[in-house]
């Protein structure tokens, strides 16, 4: 079992279960509260959260060790949910003796439910290891202390010990994720006084760099899931504690990247999660791609470039030229990512930036919420945290084409066009353009509009931390007055749009740029902000489709969801506001944000409003220019053309005007201008000889096996010494066991050296329903 482990095959249900079984009964064995000893001149290291990132584990292990009783771990909590792996990541159950295991927030049944762990369980194992593992995590430990001088937790102190966070005020305050109550600097130095100890160490925040000192040093946050949920940008780190100092030596991490040579439909793309009522996964339906359109998304060894055993694929002939055929359209096919796949450079799956799931810790007051809806905003701001595909976005990208500001998928064009914005996030798609002053320089902007001028650590250039505007703006007392309210709604805003719509690529910051717009909450309602937005969307998606990048931003949940209503809804549900504009998504004009101008070209996607699609003009060929470079231009100045085609943006609506032409004709005008493959076809026969080929020595093991079983099975064993009994018996046992046979019902689970070297000669009783569940799993 051991070596079908390290060799990176699928363990057995049965072996599983053993091994959850038996974790269960040495956990009950241990206290809330365990102590540490560390002898002088030994080590020991403290991770944070991983969350389900099993790569990122190994490379904690690959950086400082694995684990031994010469090289101990304490895992302080959440090593379950969000990430893909979270079952694989128990693998430190196996090792006890020399890991230490804290109970996170997401140890728990409520939070496996709506996080992933829940549903990874059943789909990998079953529902009763749903069961099991709930129990096995109300077993571990809540808190560790190293030699009488460190206390480990996984949130912070009492007041809800999973959850509370550390706050820059004394005393203790609202929790910033309205759970329990966070503590101040007087909170943290007193629990120390009180009990003899020197320093706090807890998880549960995810920090830029993998980790915060906080309290007067007092105080450390260490977080060790990089690039959480593949979109964060945070880096990873774990603590080196040495006996007798215990001075913390604290190692950051980047995420691991894993490259993604092996190309396959679109339909192996897993992780499509229902979003609620009105909002489904995936904007393009998957019908829409097919063999020959194929996208960079699975892990595996395999390389793109031909069939693994060097064999000619059958489709070469047919694919030499990949198109376009006639360049007139997609004019700058030499820079696109789809000519650098062709040549077998794969770049992997693009690092995507968004950061709503932070949106939530945000308390905001009545008289701030209709202040963010006078702005705007108020739809936006209740819309839901989603997880990002990135291996799905990754592949819409690489089918992206910054000529026409469309996709060129197998059956045609398809864009995201300002309906869809309107719909989906309930921005305004007419108005005043989002244009303004830009900066390079945060500390007059911030001060005047903010009353605060962020740390020079918080800034770089003309943009801000987003994690500052959190720690300062995110708690506004209901008693403030008008000055200050308005100067928190404004971070608010801020963050929101440097979180959602208009998110970069540094991960953590946003222009302070658009801050002045937020100056008169009135005035901000009027601005085109759902026109900005799909601008601000169509440059990212145009800089990510060049081959020479890496990163995409903007507003990528744009992407993901597509706006679906009730059967048969009746169209007065939606909002006045939004439907009474909604005939801009027809419109053919400019798309104007701050610097970024981009083409809205419904025209060619005709097919998206119902109506028969024609042969499109040719495209202009304009340069897209940063034009802001400079701290105080006002750009409204420099963009004379294009805000003119947005202010006869209502004299340009697409019609049915009769030019659509039979599908065959459109399909044949599009072949020649389009990008036919992105990857290199391969022919599926090697793969199909040596599937066959398996298939047939498989099946003469099996035979091989049943012979060996049928003769284990009538050996005579009398007059053997018990030695040779013990083999034939082994035998049987082996050859049954590989063919799946279930020789007899067991209502007690052995556990023995053989398996994961947990202990030696004993049993585990187990449950009425787990029995049953255990029946099922017997090879």
């Known amino acids: 079992m051991m070596n079908d482990f390290k060799n990176q095959k699928c363990l057995h249900k049965r072996y599983a279960f053993q091994i959850v079984l038996q974790t269960r009964e040495m956990l009950r064995a241990l206290p809330s509260l365990v102590d540490i000893n560390i002898p002088d001149g030994k080590h020991f290291t403290v991770c944070g959260d991983v969350h389900g990132q099993f790569y990122d584990l190994l490379n904690i292990f690959e950086l400082n060790g694995l684990p031994s009783e010469e090289n101990p771990y304490l895992f302080n909590g959440d090593f379950v949910d969000r990430g893909s792996f979270s079952v694989e990541y128990t693998y ?82 609202p929790s910033k994720r309205g759970v329990g109550l966070s503590f101040g600097v007087d909170v943290t130095e007193k629990f120390l006084l009180e009990n003899n100890l020197d320093l706090v160490v807890r998880s549960h925040e995810v920090k830029d760099e993998g980790y915060e000192i906080e309290h007067d040093g007092k105080l450390i946050t260490v977080f060790s899931a990089p690039n959480y949920c593949d979109q964060m940008g945070n880096k990873g780190a ?18 691991v990247v894993r490259h993604r040579r092996f190309r396959v439909s679109l339909s192996q793309i897993s992780g499509f999660h229902g979003l609620g009522i009105r909002i489904v996964v995936l904007l393009i339906p998957l019908s829409f791609f097919c063999s020959d359109f194929r996208v960079a998304v699975m892990e595996t060894g395999v390389n793109s470039s031909g069939p693994a055993d060097g064999s000619v694929s059958l489709m070469d002939q047919n694919a030499t030229n990949p198109g376009p055929i006639d360049a007139s359209v997609l004019y700058d096919q030499e820079n696109h990512v789809s000519s650098a796949v062709w040549d077998g450079q794969e770049r992997g799956v693009l690092r995507c930036h968004e950061h709503t799931s932070k949106l939530g810790e945000w308390r905001l007051t009545q008289r701030q919420i209709e202040l963010v809806e006078k702005a705007g905003f108020g739809y936006l701001r209740r819309f839901p945290s989603i997880s990002l595909d990135n291996p799905l976005i990754s592949a819409l990208v690489e089918r992206w084409r910054k000529e026409t500001n469309t996709f060129h998928l197998r059956v045609g064009e398809m864009t995201i066009t300002l309906e869809d914005v309107a719909l989906l996030l309930g921005l305004a798609i007419d108005g005043e353009p989002v244009l303004g002053v830009t900066y390079t320089s945060c500390k007059s902007v911030c001060e005047k509009f903010l009353g605060r001028v962020p740390d020079t650590g918080y800034m770089s250039g003309g943009m801000v931390k987003l994690s500052w505007l959190k720690e300062y703006f995110s708690q506004c007392p209901d008693d403030s007055p008008l000055e200050e309210i308005e100067r928190h709604t404004r971070a608010y805003l801020l963050y929101l749009v ?39 969307l169509y440059r990212a998606l145009g800089r990510a489709s060049l081959k020479s990048q890496s990163t995409i931003s903007g507003c990528l949940t744009l992407l993901q969801v597509e706006w679906v209503p009730y059967n048969n809804l009746d169209s007065n549900l939606i909002p006045k506001s939004v439907r009474s504009i909604l005939i801009l998504g027809r419109s053919k004009t400019m ?23 024609g042969i499109p003009k040719d495209v202009d060929h304009w340069e897209r220019k940063s034009r802001g470079v400079d701290s105080g231009i006002d750009l409204s100045g420099k963009m004379e053309s294009e805000l003119s085609e947005w202010s006869a943006r209502k004299l340009h609506i697409v019609q049915d005007d009769g030019g659509g032409v039979d599908e065959r004709e459109y399909m044949h005008w599009y072949s020649r201008i389009t990008r036919k493959f992105v990857g290199r076809p391969v022919s599926p026969l090697p793969q199909f000889q040596r599937t066959v080929k398996f298939r047939t020595k498989k099946k003469r093991m099996n035979a091989g096996l049943r012979d060996i079983a049928h003769l284990a099975d009538t050996f005579l064993t009398e007059g053997l010494d018990p030695m040779q009994i013990d083999s034939i018996t082994r035998i049987r046992s082996i050859a049954h066991d590989c063919l799946g046979d279930h020789i007899a019902d067991e209502t007690v689970i052995s556990v023995n050296s053989q398996i994961g070297d947990l202990v030696e000669d004993t049993t585990v009783v187990a449950t009425t329903s787990q029995k049953e569940d255990l029946d099922e799993m017997q090879p």
């Open 498 to 536: 440097g979180s959602t719509i208009f998110s970069t690529t540094t991960g953590n910051k946003v222009p302070i740029m658009y801050l002045p717009l937020f100056d008169d909450f009135e005035k901000a309602g009027k601005y085109a902000w759902g026109a900005a937005a799909l601008a601000f």
């Open 92 to 173: 430190p159950f196996l090792k006890l003796s020399a890991i230490y295991l804290s109970r996170g927030n997401h140890e728990s049944k409520s939070m496996n439910k709506i996080y992933g762990f829940e549903g990874e369980v059943r789909s990998k194992l079953s529902e009763t290891f749903v069961e099991l593992f709930a129990e096995v995590f109300c077993c571990l430990p809540l808190a560790h202390v190293i030699n009488d001088k460190v206390f480990v937790v996984h949130g912070g102190l009492m007041c809800e010990l999973l959850w509370s966070d550390p706050q820059p005020y004394p005393g203790r305050g």
């Open 238 to 255: 774990f603590m080196q504690f040495e006996a007798p100092e215990l001075k913390p030596n604290i190692v950051t991490f980047s995420a």
């Open 591 to 613: 798309l104007i944000c701050f610097d970024k101008a981009e083409r809205h070209l419904p025209d060619r996607c005709l097919r998206q409003i119902g109506i028969l699609q």
